[in-house]
């Protein structure tokens, strides 16, 4: 029986079992299709945009560690979209300004876009939603509305920090959510949102090449490491 002709269904979960190739066109025929789970898989090719536009019924869809390729939809059509979890993938170029422009926040539960290639700004529109996850991308700004204090809570008290750390810093999580996860200073950090940080120093004997395991060492050992190299370079080695 073809997927197609399940014109029912509203329940398609097939995570985590090896399927491969792009995602199936008849999925589009399913309108009343409310969950889709395909995540960890070997999915390759693009988001098909136009697909999306017909399944408005969706509420959660989570179609992360796969291999998508592409630009990213702006999924306005599906307004009773609720959990929206794309990371883990190869999405690239900017997110765009109209990104789930038809959602209602009062609903939304959150949508995870990290771990891909999205690069540029971060639109205002995001600013409507407070769980948005966007670390390990390769984002260079973000827009002032997101960083507005009377948004409340973590963006009142760490501004943009709580998007992203900015390039040239990083954290664990990629933002600042409380006191003891701030964002700290990494040079070699070009991108906001670094969950890493990987240090090189140049010394008479060679090259010493240092990549810290965050989720390992603790943030005072980091810094404290960070100090010891710049006093060590500062005295010359």
């Given at each position: 029986?073809?997927?197609?002709n399940?014109k029912?269904?509203?329940?398609?979960?097939?995570?985590?079992s090896?399927?491969?190739?792009s995602?199936?066109?008849?999925?589009?025929?399913?309108?009343?299709?409310?969950?889709?789970?395909?995540?960890d898989?070997?999915?390759?090719?693009?988001?098909?945009?136009?697909?999306f536009?017909?399944?408005?019924?969706?509420?959660?869809?989570?179609?992360?560690?796969?291999a998508?390729?592409?630009?990213?939809?702006?999924?306005?059509?599906?307004?009773?979209?609720?959990?929206?979890?794309?990371?883990?993938?190869?999405?690239?170029?900017?997110?765009?300004d109209?990104?789930?422009?038809?959602?209602?926040?009062l609903?939304?539960?959150?949508?995870?876009?990290?771990?891909?290639?999205?690069?540029?700004?971060?639109?205002?529109?995001?600013?409507?939603?407070?769980?948005?996850?966007?670390?390990?991308?390769?984002?260079?700004?973000?827009?002032?509305?997101?960083?507005?204090?009377?948004?409340g809570?973590?963006?009142?008290?760490?501004?943009?920090?709580a998007?992203?750390?900015?390039s040239?810093?990083?954290?664990?999580i990629?933002?600042q959510?409380?006191?003891?996860n701030?964002?700290?200073?990494?040079?070699?950090s070009?991108?906001?949102?670094?969950t890493?940080?990987?240090?090189?120093?140049?010394?008479?004997?060679?090259?010493i090449?240092?990549?810290?395991?965050?989720?390992?060492?603790?943030?005072?050992?980091?810094?404290?490491?960070?100090?010891?190299t710049?006093?060590?370079?500062?005295?010359?080695?």
């Amino acid at each position: 029986t073809s997927v197609g002709n399940l014109k029912q269904l509203q329940l398609f979960s097939c995570s985590s079992s090896s399927l491969s190739s792009s995602i199936p066109s008849e999925i589009g025929l399913l309108r009343d299709l409310v969950h889709i789970n395909l995540e960890d898989n070997n999915l390759s090719s693009t988001l098909p945009a136009e697909l999306f536009e017909a399944l408005t019924s969706l509420a959660f869809v989570d179609l992360s560690g796969q291999a998508l390729e592409g630009s990213l939809p702006s999924f306005r059509s599906l307004r009773n979209l609720r959990r929206l979890d794309l990371s883990r993938n190869k999405l690239s170029g900017t997110i765009p300004d109209d990104f789930l422009g038809g959602i209602n926040p009062l609903f939304f539960d959150y949508v995870d876009l990290s771990e891909n290639y999205l690069s540029g700004e971060v639109p205002a529109i995001l600013s409507h939603f407070n769980d948005v996850y966007l670390h390990d991308n390769q984002i260079s700004g973000i827009d002032s509305e997101l960083c507005d204090k009377s948004r409340g809570g973590v963006f009142e008290q760490f501004g943009c920090d709580a998007i992203l750390c900015p390039s040239m810093k990083y954290s664990t999580i990629g933002r600042q959510d409380s006191e003891t996860n701030a964002c700290i200073d990494c040079p070699n950090s070009y991108y906001f949102g670094a969950t890493t940080c990987n240090t090189t120093v140049e010394v008479d004997t060679g090259t010493i090449r240092s990549a810290l395991d965050d989720e390992l060492l603790p943030s005072n050992v980091v810094r404290e490491n960070q100090a010891l190299t710049t006093f060590y370079l500062a005295c010359g080695g």
